[in-house]
């Protein structure tokens, strides 16, 4: 009704009140949680080092129950420097997710607070650094599973600004399939700054910023999957082997991508076999010095302002004969993007069902019937983390196999 809310103050709720030790010039920001409560995180100084402090009022403007009257330390700055900045998004379990800026480092951290007053479990009490050196302005959201996507801008070595993002998962470790690096959003030879994300509705996000190649500047944008794959550039939409040949293919919007080709057999070393340029965003390749029984590796190479990124890995098998096979979800359990890994020996109709410990099918569709061994995407927001039975038939013959979705 355009008034105040019940129990709040006019004037609004002191939250801490110290006029030496609390550092609002240095940042506020505030988390809605589930229910209708509010967190609140500030820079302070109690421990003569500016550290992160948090506090949690219920709906109706009263300190939350077995939280310290003046609030909880959330990330020291001891290790890292005075900690400055921070912003805080919901972890959609009940608590909230905190980055700030290290004043003396740069580095950019990450903390994950839980409801009731302490970092949840797994999560260090300095935070986790996502990264390192020469930060500027920060993003962050939720990555939809109680973990955090953030992304910045940074200086190069070129001098020039980046965007970059990483995803720390639920549990304080950065989410496996994303690299230490981090994930390089865009990395040309001109300037970038000011980015802000969004959740793609697949625990991946979309990230747009103020670009200035070209000379004039421009609001670009582009979607880091959930496997941190950038999918401006190239992610993976099948690969294929049968005996003698093995066929892959990449999908990316940039019509002019081009990449090197790099191939590794078994766990040795990659290297480049082919140089490849997309067509209409499609890279399409048959790699036919390849044995029987080996297993291969393969991946894009790009370059991107004097950084090398690696994009659309995938390790498959050279078949030494055809067989109906389903391995089901590579990796399994499956994190992030999903891939599914089968083999066929005809070329009938092939269809895949995904049922529930019930036994109820949650989802269907037809594949790619090319005989051979193949690993296609297989993204579905109908897979929810949990346990399934997946089903290929072909013709009469049917295979099933169990998997697991982390999300």
Known sequence: GGGFASGWAAAGTVVHSDPFFSFAQDGVAAALLTGGDV?????????????????????GGLPAAGWPATGAQAISGV?????????????????ALVACASGSSDSMLVQRMAGSGAPS???????????????????????GASGAIVAWSATKSTMEDGIFAERVGSGGAIVGTWPDGPSAVSDTTSYQSFPDIATDGSH????V?????????????????????VGTLAALVSATAEPGVVRLHWYGPDGALEAGLERASGDGAFAEIARVRAEAGHIRYEDREVVAGQTYRYRLAVQ???????????????????????????PNPAIGALRLAYALPTGERARIEVLDTAGRRVLARDLDSTPGEHVVSFEDRALGSGVYVLRLTQGSRSVTARAAVVR
């Not at 967190?39 to 949690?56: E, G, K, P």
């Not at 890292?80 to 608590?95: I, K, M, Q, R």
């Not at 479990?121 to 939720?142: D, H, K, M, Q, Y």
């Not at 000379?215 to 880091?224: H, L, S």
């Open 121 to 143: 479990s797994g999560w260090p009490v300095e935070g986790v650094i996502v990264s390192n050196a020469n930060r500027f302005t920060s993003s962050l959201i939720s990555d």
């Open 209 to 229: 910023w103020e670009d200035y190649r070209g000379f004039t500047t421009r609001i670009y944008a582009a979607r880091v999957l959930s496997d941190g794959t």
């Open 304 to 330: 991107q302002g004097g950084a090398t990124s690696y994009l659309g890995a995938v390790t498959l098998r050279v078949p030494e004969g055809l067989r109906l096979a389903l391995a089901g979800f590579a």
């Open 204 to 207: 991946g996000t979309i990230a």
């Open 39 to 59: 967190m609140v995180f500030w820079s302070d100084l109690r421990n003569f080092t500016l550290d992160i402090f948090a506090m949690r009022y219920t709906s």
């Open 79 to 95: 290790t890292t420097g005075p900690l400055v900045s921070p912003v805080a998004v919901p972890d959609g379990a009940g608590g």
